[in-house]
């Protein structure tokens, strides 16, 4: 994956109060770490990094040239993000090296289409991989391709690339590949819907009937208020 460029600026206000201020100029609190170094509180412009992460994804590579003009490399470690503005809260960032091995959790994509009647389950949409930090892939691929219900997928029929390893068993499920319901089963639950709207539509028949009943002993006199009117 190719590295992105990007500016930092140092940031001196901490907390939430800091932070929104931060946000509101534009810009993403983060915080760089790493290799025993001190952490450093830094800003990243808002506009360039949502843009890298949206190409890149969340392993992107980032070149980032800090306040005293020296350039270091990092990779996201969290990201923090607003889910209802969908913009970015706050990052921490690890610092890497040219040739140094990291361990990422990468996005799994399956490729191809299953057998007909079959259904797909997802068991885990991302995969652990020890990679070097420079050539981490922005997603790795499994193919399901003719794949019959029954099938699983597992961690071992990922495709990685070259250098890429998996940081997890072999055997861990990925996703399976199940037959999907036949029009005979999906037919045998609409007798029991039926029935329920049935017993619904009777309880309202009831209750308005007990509401009309209810009503006209509201209209009834007692004898004793008889007497008392007349």
Known sequence: M??????AEPRTE???GGARRTRRAGMVPAVLYGHGEKPQHIA???REFAAAIRKGGANQLFAIEV???AQVLALPKAIQRDPIRDTFEHVDLLLVRRGEKV???VPVQLTGE???D?????DHDTLSVTADATKVPDHLEASIEGAEAGTQITAGDVELPAGVELAVDTEMQVASVTAAPTAEQLEATLPEVEETAEEAEGGEEATEAAEGEGAAAEGEQ?????KTEA
């Open 103 to 105: 361990t990422v959790e």
């Open 222 to 226: 007692t004898p004793a208020e008889a």
């Open 114 to 116: 299953a057998a007909r």
């Open 44 to 46: 990243l412009p808002a």
């Open 67 to 69: 306040s005293n003009g």
């Open 2 to 7: 190719s590295e992105v460029k990007i500016s």
């Open 14 to 16: 901490f907390g939430k």
């Open 118 to 122: 079959t259904l797909i389950v997802h």
